[in-house]
């Protein structure tokens, strides 16, 4: 009885990382296949050594490309892989093109497809994810998810009651176990910062905030006006480098995507957070530092509710008062997310296990 797990680009990682590790302890057989999809030192290998996951078994070596490009290159390479190898099951993360390719591969080869981070939904199929979780979830015999809105999600688009498993969110606890060796001195120095120095940490990488050069020219002002108040911290993603190119950055500090661990660091000394990313809406509500996204909606609404994060839509004004706002108001202590415990991927294991069985 083999588990693979699928993983490919880097908010894959922190989520596989506690349940290979717990089910190693159950003393599960398990396999990691890297499709490849992000492949950089800086997008992958820092994150595998600072998450100790082990080398990957495989690497499929798929690269960048069109959506259709980099979603057939997964099938192909997996679908010869799986063949070889017929594991029980494949345990699959996130909403990237690799995860909603490992589904389809995996549906079709009748093997058994585990999905984490299943039921979020944004309800905007113009975002790539949602296509990928749509198909992921419609595809997936074990659904994984991080509360209860996942639920509600899956059970109204027809998914048996008996496949849906609540277990919380298993980035944090990635999140809990690395929180007390997280450390961004070394990035924060490098700008010119200390680490006691306020700052806001800003995020931005989606196609809908960056492709179009207008608005990410705007985006750059008002957070270009932040800067001239507060310092601006900005690791830039390889997609938002090449789209920033020659615009003006003013006073941001603009630096290369960081690792794990000084990622966490940063968003815990941070006095805001702006980003449109989905991962680290989750990680400020956890840490309970204020988040702004620049998206006119969110897959976890539970951060919203929860009182951490505000959508502002991708008005850059509108950002740069909400961020004056926020950055003016004292902070709320709140009572943590139910099952957002540090103890998902135990729980995952144990369903695991026993549908193994
Ligand atoms: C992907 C995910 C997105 C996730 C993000 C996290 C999909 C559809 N999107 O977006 O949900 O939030 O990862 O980073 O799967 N590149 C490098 N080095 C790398 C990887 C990428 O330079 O290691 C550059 C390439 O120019 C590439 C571009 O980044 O074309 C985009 O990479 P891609 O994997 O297509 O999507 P992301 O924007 O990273």
């Not at 299943?118 to 015999?141: C, H, K, Q, Y």
């Not at 980035?171 to 070394?186: E, I, K």
């Not at 700052?199 to 960056?210: D, I, K, N, Q």
Request: hydrophobic residues 40%; glycine residues 8%.
């Amino acid at each position: 009885m083999i588990v693979t797990h699928i993983v490919g680009a880097r908010p894959n990682f922190m989520k596989a990382a506690p349940v290979f590790q717990a089910l190693a302890g159950l003393g599960v057989s398990q396999r990691l296949v890297h499709t490849g999809q992000h492949y950089d030192v800086a997008m992958s290998g820092r994150h595998f050594d600072q998450l100790h996951l082990p080398v990957p078994d495989v690497n499929l070596n798929v690269g960048s490309g069109t959506h259709a490009q980099q979603t057939a290159a997964v099938m192909v390479g997996l679908e010869a892989n799986l063949l070889a190898e017929r594991p029980s099951m494949l345990l699959v993360y996130g909403d990237v093109n690799s995860t909603a390719a490992a589904a389809i591969v995996g549906a079709k080869l009748q093997i058994p497809v585990a999905h984490v981070e299943a039921g979020l939904r944004s309800f905007d199929r113009s975002m790539p994810e949602e296509v990928n979780r749509v198909i992921t979830d419609g595809l997936s015999s074990l659904l994984f998810t991080p509360s209860a809105d996942g639920d509600a999600n899956l059970l109204r688009e027809g998914v048996q009651a008996s496949a849906i498993h609540r277990v919380g969110n298993v980035m944090v606890d990635s999140l809990v176990r690395c929180l007390p060796l997280a450390n961004a001195d070394h990035v924060l120095q490098e700008i010119g910062l200390s680490g006691r120095d306020p700052f806001v940490l800003v995020t931005l990488h989606r196609p809908s905030s960056v492709d179009d050069s207008t608005l990410l020219e705007r985006l750059l002002e008002s957070l270009g006006s932040l800067a001239h108040h507060i310092p601006v911290v900005f690791p830039v993603h390889p997609r938002t480098r090449d789209r920033i190119g020659n615009l003006d950055v003013g006073r941001i500090h603009l630096t290369e995507p960081t690792g794990y661990l000084e990622f966490l660091a940063l968003q815990r000394d941070a006095r805001l957070v702006i980003t449109d990313s989905g991962g680290v809406q989750e990680e400020t509500t956890y840490l309970n530092v204020p988040c702004l996204t620049v998206r006119d909606n969110t897959e976890r609404p539970v951060t919203v509710s929860h009182g951490t994060n505000e959508l502002v839509g991708r008005d850059p004004k509108r950002l740069l008062e909400r961020a004056r706002a926020s950055l003016s108001s004292p902070r709320t202590s709140r009572a943590p997310i139910d099952l957002w415990d540090g103890h998902a991927a135990e729980r995952i294991a144990a369903v695991i296990r026993t549908n193994l069985n």
